[in-house]
Structures are given as C-alpha cells and as structure tokens.
C-alpha cells in the first residue's frame, strides 16, 4: 500500500465517512431503546422502587428490602421468574462458576452446544489446571458439540450428543474468543425447546455475558432454565461499581445463592454496602447505554472492513452481543490498535497496554481499557489475546462519539505504522 503521507487528515475523513454511512442504522438502535425502557420502567414501577430501597443493612444481610427488590426487579426485566443480583460475584465468570456448582452434583454431565467456551470457563470446568477444586475434580462429567465450520451450532447432531443422560446444557451467547456469530435468541430458543424435546429433564443454562438488552427478549423467556452475567457489562449502565446475577427458575437461582454463601443461607446473606441506588439508576440507564455500544460496534465493523479487516458481525447484521471481532492478522497491530484505544481513554489515558497473562486466560492478553470501573466491559475497551489469528474484540461504550475518537486514532496509528493491509 503506498504511504498515507497525513495519516491522521485521512483517518478523519474515513471515520467522517462511515458515520455518514451508518447514520439511517444509529437511528434505528437508538428508536430501539424506548421499548427496552419502557420493560425497564414498568418493573420499577411495579415494584415501587422508592429512595428507601437505597439503603442496606450491614453485617449478614438479613431482611434486605433494597436487595429484595432489586431481585425483584432484575427478574421482571430478564422475564425470569426470579433473579439474586449481587455485588459479592465477583465477574461474570463467578457468577456462572456458581450457577454450575450450585446445580450440578457429582455424577452430573455437563453438556456445551458451543463448542469450547470462554477461556476463564476453561479452568472452572477442569480442562485447565487442576487442585482448585473444579467440575471434574468434584466428579462433574464434560462434554461439548463442536461448532460447524460457519461456527454455527451443530443441530443435527444434537440428538447423539445427547444420547447420554444430561444434567445441563451450557449455551454460550457471546462469541467469547471464538470467530463465531453470537447466538440470536430467538436460536437459543430452539435449542432450549429441542433440548426439552429430547431430554425433558436436562436444564438449559445461558452465559448471557454481553447479551443483556441486545434484543428484544432475554433467554428466559424462550426457554432458558438459568442464566448469569456480570453488571460491569450491559445491565450495570457503566455505573455499577461490580457485581453479577444470576436468574431463572426460582430454586435454581437459590441453588446459585447457596454456592455463593452456603447452604441454608442461599440468597438470605449478603449486604448491598450501601450502594443499591448505583445497581437500580445503572439498571435504568442500560438500554441507552447498550444502544450506544451498538452503534460503536457498528462504527468498528465499517470502519476496519473498509480498511480491508475481515469482521464479525459485518455492519448491520442483527446483533445478539455487544461484541465486534475484528481479525486483525498480527500481534503488531493488535497492540498499535490497543494502544491507540488506551490513549483516547479518560482514566489512564498515559499508560502502554502491553502483553501480559491474566488470571483465568490461556494466552497472554492485550487489552486496552482506561475505565472509570476496573475492568468494565460497558466502558469502552478492547482486548485479544495473543494467539493466531491475532483477533481484536471491542467492547462497550458509555457514547458512540468515544468510539469514534477511538477508532479515529487507532486508523491514524496503523496508517503511520503501515500496517495497513497492502
């Protein structure tokens, strides 16, 4: 490619460029949050959600009225028939780490129709490390359905996958760190429905992570038993401070609860430190907040295809997560990029993301993220791990003009390295 002699003139005029082009899809994603609203309103509403619910008890967390509507709440707007919504998960991951070993018992199969899941799952399952007390170490049988070669699930042999007495199905919603298209709904819809079909009593659980609000129902209401995710993704706002939740069937979510704490004390424990109004208001601001990562993923995928990037999902393609995947093709510019995002950031706007291990990841990691909430999702960031293809996945967005910024700096950054394709 010849060079590009003012790289930062010509990565304004291509960002300029692709918000022309996507203006009719933003309108479109943001007409789309007054219906998620409107779900969201009308569970305050109906829960009477009041400034005496912001307030907790101290010490074990008995008799919580701010945290019991809070559950209340979560429930009615993920159409579950109960939800444990808790600053003590720690991630995402812990909080599907408890949904697992709060309803499996030795002897269980587990079963993922997606293939290999999320890296930080890897060593909660057993398929990495070993002492720390795992699935398998407690006797936990795995299996997974390897994804087609479109990274689609393999429906047709769903039936002798589940052959073998099944405890759970785990469904994975997001792409993780795989090229895959997210799972639609309205597919784990008919994966809960043929699952029950051919093994009525096997649950359907969904690692609902990044997906909260994307679409127009959540997996509970077509037939998930369970889900769980965490509140510095979608359904924090970008204000929760941490925390996760768990929902679904109502002694399934107490199941999870008694992981959690213990048995006998289930979702009855557990103090809301005061911070209960942060968890209701980031409730509240999410469908907005989801909206504006939609459109800066869209803004992602059009403006590195049009750089020559192979994407995942393509602009305008109906999106179940908050995930654009971009095969970038080489360390080197994984972390141009990285550094680029870092450096439009405006917590640590100063810092050089380098490769470095993560706890729970197989693969050192690259990651850009200067959020106000450590590690937040719901913020703008990027990450990938530093293995072939050399994939980026960006992520979140409090407002799309930050991703914008962002991309526009990171076009600049590859244009003046020449490390555009050729």
Known sequence: MTPILNPQAWAVDQLAAALSALAPLAAARTAAVAPRLRRVLEAFAAERVGVHHFASVSGYGHGDLGRDTLDRVFARVLEAEAAAVRLQFVSGTHAIAAALFGVLRPGDRLLSLTGRPYDTLEEVIGLRGQGQGSLAEFGITYDELPLLADGGVDEDRLEEALSLPTRMVLIQRSCGYSWRPSLDVATIGRLAERVKTLRPDTLVFVDNCYGELVQEQEPTAVGADLIAGSLI????????????????????????????????????????????????????LAPQMVAEA??????????????????????????????QAVRLGSPERIKAVCRAFQATSPVGSYLDPVPAPMP???????MAGGTFIDGSTSEFSADGPLREPFVLYVQGGSHHAHSALALEKAVAALAAAELLPA
């Open 360 to 366: 729970g990841y197989a693969s050192e990691l690259v």
């Open 294 to 323: 939609l459109i800066g993923a869209d803004l992602a995928a059009t403006v590195f295809e049009g750089l020559g990037f192979a994407v995942q999902p393509q602009a305008g393609v109906r999106r179940s997560d908050v995930i």
């Open 233 to 284: 993704k979608n359904l924090g706002g970008t204000i929760a401070p941490t925390g996760g939740y768990v929902a679904g069937r109502r002694e399934l979510v107490e199941q999870a609860c008694c992981r959690l704490t213990a048995p006998g004390i289930g979702s009855e424990g557990g103090t809301g430190f005061d911070l209960h109004r942060l968890l209701f208001q980031g409730l509240f």
